[in-house]
C-alpha cells in the first residue's frame, strides 16, 4: 500500500474507532467532553493529537472491563497482561479481534519465512499470557504444524524438537538461551536440531544476544513484538532484512512521545511508544502509552514492505533504573557482557542504598571453560568488566562474578533486576 492510501485507510478506521468509543465507553466520552471533542473532530490520522492519552493506570482505575467498548456477549476470550510492573489488567477480545490478531501473527511468521511446510514449537507461556496462543492461531492459520510445548517441559521440548524435526520456534529470548544450555546438559548439541527460524520477544533483547542465539542454535532469529492491552504478539515483526520491526500499521496506529512533556517526536527520535487501535472492538484504545521506548524508521525497507518500522525497544521508560541520577537501562549492562565471551548471557542487576548512596551490583555468571580458581585471572576479569560498564553507563558498578548455573534462570520472561531501595 502506499503512504497516502496507508494514510487514508488510518484515517477512516481512526474516526470510525473514535466514534465507537465514544458512544460505548463513558470513560472516553467524559475525557473526550472535557477537551471539548467530538467524534467529527477526528477525521485524518493528523487530527490524532487532539485525542486523550490512556495510561495503563486507566486501565487499573477501570479494572477489570470499564474500558470494553463490546457488549459483554459479543466477548469471546479474556486475556490479563502479565503484570511485570504491578497488577494484570485484563483485554476482552470479539471474535473479529481474534480473526485479526491471527491474521497479523500470520504476517510475522510470513515475515520470517514459515510456511505450511514447517512444523512449529510455540514456547511461550499459554493461558492468561497472550504470547502462547497468539502465535499458535497464527501458525495453525499459515498451514504450519503447530507444537503447543509452552513452558516448563524443557526436557520434552528438546527432545520434540529433534524428534518431531521441529524447524521454527518462538519463545522469549532467554528462554531460547537456557534451551541452548538444557541442549548441552543433555548431550545434545545444535546439529541433532533442525531448527530454521526463531522468533523472540516479549522481554527486550540485543544485537548481540540475536548472535548469541543464532550461533548457538543454528537459526535465524528474528524479533516479535506485541502487548495486550493493544493485542498480543503480532503488532510488529522483523523481516529478512532484520532492520526494525514493521508494524501493522492499519490495525495499530503507532505515535512516539517525550514521556515528559509528551509532544509528539518526528521520525528517527528516541522517545516512548503510543499505540491507537484502528480495528478493534472488545477493548478499542486510544493513544496507549506503551512505556516501551524505541524510534520509529520512515520509508520503504528493502523487503519491499511499506509499512514503518520501529527500532529494537531500547526498555520500557518504568524499567530504567536511576541510579545516583542517572539513567541505567539493562539493555546496556547486557550489550556489554554479550561482547565479553568469557561470561554467559546470565546477569543480575542489585540497586541498593547505602549511607543514602545509591549501589548498583551487577552479578554475572562466568562461562565454564573461563571460570578457574586462581584469584588473580578472576579479578582481572573482574576489573576489564567494571572498566567497561563504566565506560557505558557512566557510573561504577561493583561486579560479582558468578558461578556457572547459579543465577536463577526463567521459562517466561526474565527478572534481572532487584532494586532493593524499594523496602525502605
Ligand atoms: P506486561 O509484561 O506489561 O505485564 P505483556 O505481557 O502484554 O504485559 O507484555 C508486553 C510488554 O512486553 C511490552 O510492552 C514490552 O515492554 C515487552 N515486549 C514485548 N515484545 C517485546 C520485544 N520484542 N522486545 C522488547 N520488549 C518486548
Ligand atoms: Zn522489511
Same mark, same amino acid.
Given at each position: ?5 496507508? #494514510? ?8 470510525? #474507532? ?12 467524559? %475525557? ?30 477501570? +479494572? ?31 471474535? %473479529? ?16 519465512? =514459515? #510456511? ?18 497468539? =502465535?499458535? +492461531?497464527?501458525?495453525? +492459520? ?32 532467554? +528462554? ?117 521506548? #524505541? ?20 526498555? %520500557? ?10 539513567? =541505567? ?24 542504598? *547505602? ?11 562466568? %562461562? ?6 586462581? =584469584? ?22 561493583? *561486579? ?25
Amino acid at each position: 500500500m502506499s503512504r497516502d492510501e496507508m #494514510t487514508a485507510l488510518q484515517g477512516e478506521r481512526l474516526h470510525k #474507532t473514535v466514534e465507537t468509543v465514544y458512544h460505548n465507553v463513558p470513560f472516553y466520552r467524559h %475525557r473526550m467532553q472535557e477537551l471539548d471533542l467530538t467524534p467529527d473532530d477526528i477525521r485524518t490520522v493528523e487530527d490524532i493529537v487532539k485525542l486523550p492519552f490512556t495510561t495503563k493506570q486507566d486501565l487499573r482505575d477501570n +479494572y477489570p472491563t470499564g474500558l470494553q467498548s463490546a457488549a459483554q456477549s459479543e466477548i469471546v476470550r479474556y486475556h490479563a497482561s502479565s503484570g511485570t510492573t504491578g497488577n494484570p489488567t485484563v483485554v476482552g477480545y470479539t471474535r %473479529r479481534d481474534l480473526e485479526i490478531w491471527k491474521e497479523v501473527a500470520a504476517r510475522c511468521l510470513t515475515a520470517y519465512g =514459515v #510456511t505450511k511446510d514447517d512444523v512449529f514449537s510455540v514456547g511461550y507461556g499459554y493461558g492468561l499470557f497472550t504470547g502462547g496462543l497468539g =502465535v499458535h +492461531y497464527g501458525v495453525e +492459520y499459515i498451514g504450519a504444524s503447530a507444537v503447543p510445548t509452552s513452558t516448563g517441559n524443557t526436557e520434552k521440548h528438546l527432545r520434540l524438537l529433534r524428534d518431531l524435526k521441529v524447524t521454527g520456534i518462538a519463545c522469549t529470548p532467554s +528462554y531460547a538461551l537456557y534451551l541452548a544450555e538444557a541442549m548441552d546438559k543433555y548431550g545434545m548439541t545444535r546439529d541433532d536440531i533442525c531448527l530454521k527460524v526463531g522468533a523472540f520477544g516479549a522481554e527486550p533483547w540485543t544485537e548481540n544476544m540475536r548472535k548469541e542465539i543464532e550461533g548457538r542454535l543454528g537459526l535465524q532469529a528474528y524479533n516479535i513484538y506485541g502487548l495486550s492491552e493493544i493485542m498480543g504478539p503480532g503488532v510488529s515483526y522483523e523481516c529478512e532484512c532484520k532492520h526494525g520491526s514493521h508494524i501493522s500499521e492499519d490495525h495499530f496506529y503507532p505515535e512516539i512521545i517525550d514521556p515528559d512533556t509528551l509532544q509528539p517526536l518526528g521520525a528517527g527520535k528516541t522517545g516512548e511508544l503510543v499505540f491507537t487501535t484502528l480495528t478493534k472492538t472488545g477493548m478499542p484504545l486510544l493513544r496507549y502509552r506503551t512505556k516501551d521506548l #524505541t524510534s520509529l524508521i520512515d520509508g520503504e525497507c528493502e523487503c519491499g514492505r511499506t509499512n514503518v518500522r520501529m527500532t529494537r525497544i531500547l526498555g %520500557r521508560s518504568d524499567d530504567m533504573l536511576i541510579i545516583r541520577g542517572i539513567n =541505567v537501562f539493562p539493555s546496556q549492562v547486557e550489550s556489554v557482557i554479550l561482547d565479553m565471551p568469557e561470561f554467559e548471557p546470565v546477569y543480575m542487576l542489585v540497586v541498593d542504598r *547505602v549511607n543514602n548512596l545509591d549501589t548498583l551490583q551487577v552479578q554475572v555468571e562466568v %562461562r565454564k571453560d573461563f571460570f578457574c580458581d586462581e =584469584v588473580g585471572m578472576m579479578l582481572q576479569l573482574r576489573k576489564r568488566l567494571a572498566d567497561k560498564l563504566k565506560s557505558i553507563l557512566s557510573i561504577s558498578a561493583d *561486579v560479582k562474578l558468578m558461578e556457572p548455573n547459579s543465577i536463577p534462570r526463567s521459562e517466561g520472561k526474565s527478572v534481572r533486576i532487584h532494586d532493593k531501595r524499594k523496602l525502605y
